[in-house]
């Protein structure tokens, strides 16, 4: 038995490619290297929670405390984060990867006002996030991994189209976003629950679990298999591989902020949610923290202005430095900023 | 998604195995914020019929953690189970025995050797068969059976820690006094070896019998 684990394990590194595109394809990341970026996708299901203004306040503070940061917007469809980052018309950005106009995904960012900090936009591509074809997504995915830079953030889209799901799981330890509003509430557990059971289906499509439930999996269209479901059929037919399952689970970790905070809401909801995440999920739950609703926030993005530089003594920028503390890779780059064309 | 099921009561209301009834009341009342159809907290987390089987679970866990004579049964059960230690108890959570009948009681090897020698009686050879013969095995079929072979409640509490109590409750059919299934069945597996009967036979004819006892009465 030890034996099949340890091959098991091994079986999980390495990259698989596959040929043709459709939602039971996966794409598998090879283990981070040492000089990998770290990567943040921000996430949520929900549109309008603040997944961009999010993602761009913590790449200009990370830039500010000097790690190299590249903001992609993969909200295809739904861009809006050069808005946020003060960049009235960005140029091509993603599609000219796409399309291969430019080979490296490094020479589409483009510099922002704030240094260390580059932007790949994805406003002209002509294809929403559910388009994006099996190889082109691939493709993205690993040339984002070998970006060079320390730091990477995804703002995704809303929804949870498997493709979104794809980028959010590019990282061990993805972040998402909700407000303290019960349907924000609802679609990030909606959220949750997809990319659980997309990394669910992933450990079992790639090791050496029981046909019938490796079956289950290839499935693609039975969309009403649940990861209860799932953990059922390990259960029934392969008690053996349950372990390793709940082990592989539990590498998924998930991090999350509650945004546009108010003085009405509850300030212990977060610790709250977290606390029965970890109860009933595999997975372990961290509460980053909660960000202050702020009426002058709208006010800032229409002067082009990062909210968190403008106005650094309010209690929201307090609330993102403090979640920056957490998130900023550990090591601060000492060499020069990233390469942009 | 993991529920409670296999969290003891203890573990359900996150409360230590010493919590006095204002600790029980203040972890319920918090689960009920947290698990109630109205929570922010766990909104739209689970189905409705996950909530269900979880605030029903969180229920029993108040109604027994705050009654005396239930929690005590309770955390014997655990203890004998070899779910907590006794010493995490800082409660008193046996009431004394009952007077044994008998001042010294035979021990286990004897009951054993006792069990075996009355079982070749002609009467109670019949008896077992009987018993062990139907589909339905009532408390009172193992009261019946326990006490033609001469052996008191207080004896299969010796060997096997079930709380006398306890024993009672399955002898009497007790349905809302009585231990969790898995518990339960535990339980009725040890008294089964010690009456020398089928387990297997016992637990699933008691089981059938208290499903059956537990419906509504009919008109
Ligand atoms: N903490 C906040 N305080 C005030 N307004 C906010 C805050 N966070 C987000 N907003 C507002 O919410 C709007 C939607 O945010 P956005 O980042 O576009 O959401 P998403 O990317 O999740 O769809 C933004 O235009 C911004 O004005
Ligand atoms: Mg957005």
Redesign the pocket.
Known sequence: MMALFAQCRGMCRGITLRGACGAREFVTIAPQLKNMPVIIPIG?G???????????NLGALMAKRGHRVILIDL?LG?S??HT?LGIKSPPGGLDRFLDKTENRLEQVAVPTHISNLSFISSLHCSMEIANLYHAQKVKLIHAILRLPCDCILL?L??GTHFNTLDFFLTSEAGVF?C?PEPTAIENAFRFIKAAYLRKLKQIISRNAFHKIVKDAVQDGGNQALRYTDLVDLVLKYDPGMEMFLRDSIRRLQFRFIL???RKSTDSTLGEKIKTVCNRHFYSPFEFLGQ????????DS?LSKNL?TLQYPESK?AI?FRAIVDQLAPKRVASHTMVQVR | MKTFENQNYYEILKLPFDADAVAVQRAYREALEIYGENSLVTYELFSDEQRGDLLQAIDEAYHTLMDEDKRATYNQMLIHSGLADPSLFARKTEKPAAAPARPAPVKHRDLQAWVKQKSKEEPIKQLISETMGKDLVAGDDLKRLREALGIEISEIYEVTRISASTLRNIEANQVNNLPAEVFLKSFLKSLAQILQVDPQRTVDGYLKYIALARRPPRK
């Open positions: 949520g929900k549109g309008g929670v603040g997944k961009s203004f999010i993602s761009a909200d739904g809006n984060l946020l703002d889209g809303a976003v407000t945004n546009q905070f960000i202050d609703f702020d009426e002058r926030v709208t993005i909210f929201t609330d």
